[in-house]
């Protein structure tokens, strides 16, 4: 697991491919989180800075889209379909298994 310090150093690197708009935030915070697998509280406010829009605009991003993960994931993600389709297969035993 990489420090505060490290996670703003890497960050700041990612910026050389922009400019620093307001509408690059969502190509910044892909290219961050392809860096480290989520989007690392520290790194969404470096980008606040760099792309001038405020805080709550980054942390309102990351949580509406989601593609965005906010906390770090497991290297191997399990879906469980839960639709109607789903549900009428046994999908709930499926979930109860997996949990």
Do not use: W
Request: with cysteine.
């Amino acid at each position: 697991m990489i420090d505060a310090i490290e996670t703003k150093t890497e960050t700041r690197k990612l910026f050389a491919r922009f400019k620093g708009h307001a509408d690059e935030l969502i190509p910044i915070l892909q290219a961050v989180q392809e860096r480290f697998g989520y989007l690392p509280e520290i790194a969404m406010i470096e980008v606040s800075k760099f792309a001038k829009v405020p805080e709550s605009s980054v942390f309102g991003v990351s949580t509406f889209y989601a593609l965005f993960k906010t906390n770090p994931v497991g290297k191997h993600t399990v879906k469980v379909c839960r639709g109607t389709a789903c549900h009428v297969r046994g999908s709930l035993k499926i979930l109860e298994e997996i949990e």
